[in-house]
């Protein structure tokens, strides 16, 4: 809220799952959180695993659509990175239904 009490207008956001594979390198969990500072999202949650030879990362977050689909991209043509897919939480949550 604002000193004199309103509310800032925000656009419509969205709740978004960012899935990322990619090589189990130390410094790229760091790389894939960058753009969130940068664009000034907060992640709601993040999971991550390791085996011998995939760092997998999921990323849930709310934002603007098109900022949603700028970090998708931006995660996706990172050195190391093999796959990013976005998802809405919607079509994540009919994906575990089905």
Known sequence: AHRDG???????QSSYRLAVA??????????LLEP?????VLPSRVDCRT???TL???????AEEAVAVRLG??????????TADLTTAE???QMRAA
């Open 36 to 40: 969130f500072v940068i664009h000034d």
């Open 56 to 62: 997998s990362v999921t990323i849930a977050f709310a």
């Open 6 to 12: 309103s509310s800032p207008v925000r656009p419509q």
């Open 91 to 93: 079509q994540t949550a």
């Open 22 to 31: 990619a090589e189990p390198e130390t410094n790229l969990l760091l790389r």
């Open 51 to 53: 085996d011998e030879d």
């Open 73 to 82: 991209q931006r995660l996706g043509v990172m050195v190391g990175v093999r």
